[in-house]
């Protein structure tokens, strides 16, 4: 594993540990050259998953794309990384064992929503607003009325 510091090709591995209910594994590295020490994450990709935009372009699956969009949804509320980590988690797995090699951004944004609807619903408010394209407070207050209804039964 290349070094981030000072780009060296080997580092040795100071401790490996299972993750995330066990879906990946995140290993202290220390580089030979450098001395720096660093964490990597290894995980499982069973296929290369290509996400179909809106205007019929296509691009490659980015975990980390998801993982700092539900990130942002998410700042400043009471949520640990682990548990922001299991539900990009869960859903990269969604979108891997659907058996499609294809999957477009908005089936992706509903597997968010689901998502953030039960972990926290000011982080499904802020998504929302901007999945849904909110354009007016009214569209704020009609999605956070319904969302309290629904909490309600």
Known sequence: ??????????SQVKDSRP???G????????CEAC?????????????????MKNEDRREAFDRGKLERSINLACRKRNLTQDRVDQLVSSIQRQIETSGDSE???GRIGEYVMEGLKILDSVAYIRFASVYKDFTEAKDFEDFAGSVVEASKK
């Open 35 to 51: 001395g720096a020490r660093f964490t990597t994450f290894e995980r499982i990709q069973l296929r290369e998953i290509i996400v």
């Open 1 to 10: 594993m290349r070094c981030p510091f000072c780009a060296h090709e080997n």
């Open 19 to 21: 993750t995330e209910d």
């Open 103 to 105: 999957v477009s951004s």
């Open 23 to 30: 879906a990946a594994t995140r290993r202290r590295r220390q």
